[in-house]
């Protein structure tokens, strides 16, 4: 069991010779002999420009807010413990409570730079860029479970 990685690099080429590098991709391919789904949980979905889409009560404000959010999906037939689990963008990581998402089920987590694990839903201590930012989903041995390397610019009330 584990992660190889391997890189690919695109290179321009022109009459002249070949141009410098534009392209980098990375790929990561888990090796999992276990039998079990190498990746439970997923990002499902993402918003990082809500305006009016999703409203909820945030530290006990009777007030309704519209934070960043994503949502988290189960893909197997089994509840997922994500203690120890951590989530990212490019200017923090979150590391989640005790926390069960059911079988088959979602989880949204505002990302609204609270740093809340005793809320529903659960504040990351980062907000996400509509301007474009990565989204990493870790399991707690450290691998990546799943990620938006690049989460597009994103427009209002639009995930």
Known sequence: ???NTWSV???NQSNYGSGDSRFNHTFELLINNSGLPANPIVINEAMASNDT??????DDDPQLEYPDWFELHNVTN???NLLGWTVSDTSASWVFPNVIVP???FLIVAASDNDRDDTTPLQTNFKLSSLGDTLRLTNP???L???YGVLPQQFTDNS
Do not use: F, R
Not at 53 to 58: E, F, K
């Open 78 to 80: 089994d509840p997922v």
């Open 1 to 3: 069991n584990g992660v």
């Open 103 to 105: 079988a088959n089920g």
């Open 53 to 58: 889409a999703y409203g909820v009560q945030l």
């Open 145 to 147: 479970a799943d990620e």
């Open 9 to 11: 690099t695109t290179w």
């Open 141 to 143: 041995e450290g691998l």
